[in-house]
Every structure is written in structure tokens, then in C-alpha cells.
């Protein structure tokens, strides 16, 4: 028996067999409008106080499911807008294909990806691999208005992320690494007379876990300023009011001290006070309402 004839009809044997499959699900198990209720569904229990819409849903050649226009806004309030995925592609890996999907999605100016992990016995899921590049932060419209200020900058990142749900219990947690370029964003009160501060990149560790989003080992360098930070950002409640602590040290950059005779005596003052080189800060308050000072 030739052993390479039978490991060739295997293997188009696989692919019949997924394209069976497939094709059942898509046409007749789950009809098209049925089938997309039933993913809007689902999104909306990973992502909860979401709701989820879908414009459109496709069979792509030879095992993926297209979707376009995928929109999320808040179930709470006035449903403020949240996010707009332009299109997601999921297909299934073949040596688990009930359990583990590779996503793909094309959303705020980026392309993104990360294996998506079932376990439906234990009501898990699991997102690895997670990569993110060049998502677009001003084509977040959640972002300016639960901030009440311009916030934009190219950002990318990797990292996991693990949920459960059972009987009303939802817990999540996540790890990774962000990297924000090209950023700027608006104050609501001076800094060292900075009304904004540009940053030419930043980047900090996350952890996500209870409704809380933890930075560390978050470095950032402007045109004006750079430093050190860590700190962590409640989530349990709204963007725009979710509590914040930071704390870190601040180094401000020729480019400001010569520009600003005020921002040059303040510095001058605030290190004598520190005896060091570095400014220590606190920010405090909520994302709306942040109150930032100089460590006493």
C-alpha cells in the first residue's frame, strides 16, 4: 500500500470533512440571520454591559466565518458607542476545531489577532497570543467622551487574557505589555505650564484582575518631559468614573526650560524640596476629574 497516496486522501479527506461541517453549520443548522442573533448573543455575555450588532455575516474559502460591522455600545445609560470592529475573521484550528478559533480583526486603523480557547464544560474561555499594532486611539469614541478631553496616539501591545462564566459569575484576568507612539493628550490644569503633553513613547506591563487594571514598570519620553510611572485604574464602575492612584517621578526636558522661565523656577524650587534630580508626582481622583501634584 503506497503509505504517501494514503496520507494525501487524509488530508483531503480533512478538508471535506471541515468544509461538511462547516457549510452544515453555516446553512443548515444556523441560518444566516440566526446564526448572527446567536454571535451577537455571545458577545455580549464575554463583554458584559455591551450590546453587540453585526451588519453583516460570510463564508470565506475554506474554513472561515467573515463578519463586518461589528458594533459595541454600552448597554447602560444612554448607550454611548464603545468600539467599531470594520471586520473579524474567525477560523478554526483543524486539530481542535470545536474548541479553538484563530481570530483576526481589521478595527481603528490596525490590524489585530489572537487564538480564541473554549472550554464550554467549565464555562471558560481563553484569548492567547493576543497581539495588537497600530490601533488608532482617536477612533475610540468611548475614550474622548469618558476622559472629556482629546487623547490620540498609535498603541500595540501583546499579552492573554482568561474569563468564567457560571450562574451570574463572571471573572476575567489578563496580562500584557502596551506601547502607545506618536501619543498626545489635553490636561485639565497645567503642568510646569504644559497645557498638553506629547509623547513620543510610553510603554508599562498591565495586569487586569477583579475590575482592576494595574501598571507597572511604565516608562514615557516627550518632547518636553519624560519619567517613570505605576499605579492602577478601578474598573468596576464607568470609564469617566473609575478611580485612579499613580505615582511615579517626572524629568523635565531642555525644550521646556528654555521655553518657560515659570516652568525652569518651579523645577529649580521642586528639587531643591526633593534633593534629587526627578520629580515624584501623584495622580489621584477619577478619569474625568484626575487632581495631579508633586509628592511633598
Request: hydrophobic share 35%; net charge positive; proline share 4%.
Amino acid at each position: 500500500m503506497n503509505f504517501f497516496r494514503n496520507k494525501v486522501i487524509l488530508f483531503f479527506s480533512l478538508i471535506l470533512y471541515t468544509l461538511l461541517l462547516t457549510a452544515t453549520l453555516l446553512y443548515i443548522r444556523f441560518p444566516a440571520e440566526k446564526l448572527k442573533i446567536s454571535c451577537q448573543y455571545r458577545l455580549e455575555q464575554l463583554l458584559p454591559r455591551t450590546h453587540c450588532s453585526i451588519g453583516q455575516l460570510s463564508y470565506r474559502f475554506p474554513f472561515s466565518l467573515v463578519a463586518q460591522k461589528i458594533q459595541f455600545s454600552s448597554s447602560v445609560g444612554e448607550g454611548t458607542p464603545l468600539v467599531t470592529i470594520d471586520q473579524a475573521s474567525i477560523t478554526p484550528v483543524l486539530a481542535s476545531p470545536k474548541s479553538r478559533f484563530l481570530v483576526t480583526l481589521s478595527a481603528c486603523g490596525g490590524n489585530h489577532d489572537f487564538t480564541l480557547i473554549l472550554n464550554r464544560t467549565d464555562h471558560e474561555f481563553s484569548l492567547k497570543d493576543i497581539r495588537i499594532t497600530e490601533l488608532d486611539l482617536s477612533k475610540l469614541p468611548f475614550l474622548h467622551q469618558a476622559t472629556a478631553r482629546e487623547i490620540i496616539g498609535s498603541l500595540e501591545g501583546n499579552g492573554t487574557y482568561h474569563g468564567i462564566w457560571k450562574n451570574d459569575k463572571y471573572e476575567t484576568e489578563g496580562h500584557g505589555t502596551i506601547t502607545l507612539s506618536k501619543g498626545s493628550f489635553s490636561l485639565l490644569y497645567p503642568i510646569l505650564s504644559l497645557k498638553k503633553i506629547d509623547l513620543k513613547k510610553l510603554e508599562t506591563d498591565i495586569t487586569f484582575q477583579g475590575g482592576n487594571l494595574k501598571f507597572e514598570k511604565g516608562t514615557f519620553n516627550g518632547q518636553e518631559l519624560k519619567g517613570n510611572f505605576s499605579g492602577s485604574l478601578g474598573l468596576n464602575s464607568g470609564l469617566g468614573t473609575s478611580t485612579l492612584s499613580f505615582q511615579g517621578n517626572l524629568d523635565p526636558l531642555p525644550p521646556l526650560l528654555k521655553t518657560s522661565k515659570h516652568a525652569k523656577n518651579m523645577v529649580i524650587l521642586l528639587k531643591k524640596r526633593h534633593n534629587r534630580n526627578g520629580l515624584p508626582f501623584r495622580l489621584d481622583g477619577i478619569v474625568q476629574k484626575p487632581i495631579f501634584s508633586f509628592d511633598s
